[in-house]
């Protein structure tokens, strides 16, 4: 994608969908959509937009040169930059919201509103000197400004919203299954210092508040939605073509098996026929159409008899960088394992390794099915703990990792009298499946 200060994490909306958009050929992308005059060129506002954001930019980098090392600059972010920001791009309304909204006992000090009531679309402003995905060193609030309102969308009514810090502004939909982040995000600094006008007629053309919804009411049919649908019915299509092509290279492989009986070909992990059946089956078993039907899923809820309590399995992935004394170039080792915990952050009991592939062969088929919806609920506080309390206890069990595969280097190490080798682990954890097990009521 030919645009330096955009970032697509999660596949929210496809590449080549971005470029549609860009080039104004998609859906939505004409002068009336954007309720502009009927005399009114769309390229004509986008450069006037840019134009006035140049100038709000260079106003916000002049006040924030002025600011104390320990000031995060809410106040000139907001009002110096990212308001008169929205107010280019169709915002005519962006309300502070006074008081935080509590929703399932936990608030939500979302900072504003793109309207006047609280079913217009959140848009969370922080200052620039708050990172967008880290808490702060206080612990307050609870959550990154990204996880607050990535949560906020999972337990509210809201589907869209957007979050910045001044420097970086994204997108964000409810995405309540996903253990990973998922938005487009416009790198503002590197955009306006760059002068990458291209990037910016990009945003406007994505960001402006003709494309959100007008209110919860709407939300499955604005823009932005129909974007993202867009990009689930390609992603079938795709897997339909995976299909073929799989079905396609097992017919071509076992023809020529048939017509040259004592020739035979080496199929090791590397060869396209496993690369293609590999990508076809993670396509096909993890896509949205198999997520509706549970075929498989990187994260569920299961009522099951295994459990007395409610215990979370983790699949975890871990990463170790290798160093040996002199070596130029470190070496990576990878595994996966299994960890199960129960309780919650701050009284958490973490289960021993056997009892927890004890539970995941236990668990191959739930005893009592559970809804999408109670999935999202159980799983939703768990994905946001990655992010935060749980992050020290996957660090903890990196480390230990780490320490065991040094020592069993160390043990071969002295028998062949090789040099001394360092073990650490390449953080963070990556979290491959959450699976909630819910107990079994009598």
């Keep these: 994608m030919a645009f330096p200060s955009i970032h697509i994490e999660g596949g929210l909306i496809p590449a080549d969908l971005i470029e549609e958009i860009a080039s104004g050929g998609a859906r939505g992308q004409d002068a009336a959509a954007f309720r502009l005059d009927h005399h009114a060129r769309l390229s004509d506002e986008i450069a006037a937009a840019w134009t006035d954001a140049r100038a709000y930019w260079h106003a916000f980098q002049r006040a924030l040169d002025r600011l104390p090392e320990d000031d995060t ?61 880290q808490r702060p060193p206080s612990g307050r609030p609870r959550l990154s400004p990204h996880g607050l309102l990535q949560e906020y969308l999972n337990h509210s009514e809201h589907v869209w919203g957007v979050v910045t810090n001044g420097l970086k502004l994204r997108l964000i939909r409810d995405n309540a299954l996903m253990t990973r982040q998922s938005y487009i ?105 198999a997520q509706d039907s549970f075929a498989a899923s990187r994260c569920d809820a299961i009522r099951t008899r295994a459990v007395k309590q409610q215990t979370t399995l983790l699949l975890l992935r871990i990463r170790h960088l290798l160093h040996e004394a002199g070596a130029a170039v470190d070496s990576l080792a990878e595994e996966c394992i299994v960890t199960a915990f129960q309780g919650t952050p701050g009284s958490l009991r973490w289960l021993p390794s056997e009892e927890a592939y004890r539970l995941l062969d236990e668990i191959q088929r739930p005893d009592e099915p559970t809804s999408r919806e109670e999935a999202q609920r159980r799983l939703s506080p768990v994905v946001a703990w990655f992010e935060n309390e749980l992050s020290r206890d996957l660090r903890a069990i990196a480390e230990t990792r780490a320490d065991k595969l040094a020592e069993a280097h160390r043990r071969i190490r002295r028998v062949v009298r090789l040099g001394r080798l360092s073990v650490n682990p390449a953080l963070p954890v990556d979290v491959l499946g959450a699976y909630v097990l819910i107990p079994m009521l009598n």
């Design 73 to 133: 600059g809410t106040s000139p972010t907001r009002q110096l930059w990212v308001i008169p920001l929205l107010y280019a791009l169709g915002y005519e309304q962006v309300t502070f919201m006074r008081q935080a909204e509590v929703l399932d006992g936990r608030s939500y000090a979302i900072s504003h509103r793109a309207g006047d009531d609280e079913s217009a679309p959140p848009v969370h402003i922080e200052g620039a000197g708050t990172s967008l995905d």
């Design 185 to 289: 995000e416009f790198d503002l600094e590197a955009m306006l210092g760059g002068e990458h006008f291209a990037d910016f007629g990009v945003m406007y053309r994505l960001v402006h508040r003709t494309r959100l919804p007008h209110s919860t009411d709407d939300a499955p049919h604005c823009l932005l939605e129909q974007y993202f649908q867009h990009g689930v019915e390609q992603g079938g299509r795709v897997r339909e073509r995976l299909r073929d092509g799989v079905e396609a290279a097992l017919l071509a492989l076992g023809n020529g098996f048939l017509a040259h009986p004592k020739s035979a070909e080496f199929v090791g992990r590397n060869h396209r026929l496993v690369a293609g059946l590999a990508e076809y089956l993670l396509a096909t078993s993890l896509g949205a159409a």
